[in-house]
Nanobody, 113 residues
Framework: QGQLVESGGGLVQPGGSLNLSCTASRRINSLDTRAWYRQTPGKQREFVAA???????NYADSAKGRFTISRDIRTNAVSLQMNSLKAEDTAVYYCTIPRLELWGQGTQVTVSS
């Protein structure tokens, strides 16, 4: 089975921006729907955004208007541009291919002054 690797997390001040990237190994079909989830300690993993092969997107209410998911079919990568970050966005962010139940290792995003 292939692998997903996230990158781009870090520490940012409230109101700042981060761009997360998820690269996939060549063994993964680039046409599968891809998604981002996030998780904080003691809570269930929650949906953030998803993008289908045709470019259709879906966002959690908490992400609408602030986050943008995009994909590059050629490089098999998916990005999550996060703007106007808030303290409550602090979490470990995971990319996933739901059909394969495949998850990356996660990348930490911390929003704090």
């Amino acid at each position: 089975q292939g692998q997903l690797v996230e990158s781009g997390g870090g520490l940012v001040q409230p109101g700042g921006s981060l761009n997360l990237s998820c690269t996939a190994s060549r063994r993964i079909n680039s046409l599968d729907t891809r998604a981002w989830y996030r998780q904080t300690p003691g809570k269930q993993r929650e949906f953030v955004a998803a993008i289908a092969a045709n470019g259709a997107t879906n966002y959690a209410d908490s992400a609408k208007g602030r986050f943008t998911i995009s994909r590059d079919i050629r490089t098999n990568a998916v990005s999550l541009q996060m703007n106007s970050l808030k303290a409550e966005d602090t979490a470990v962010y995971y990319c996933t291919i739901p059909r394969l139940e495949l998850w990356g290792q996660g990348t930490q995003v911390t929003v704090s002054s």
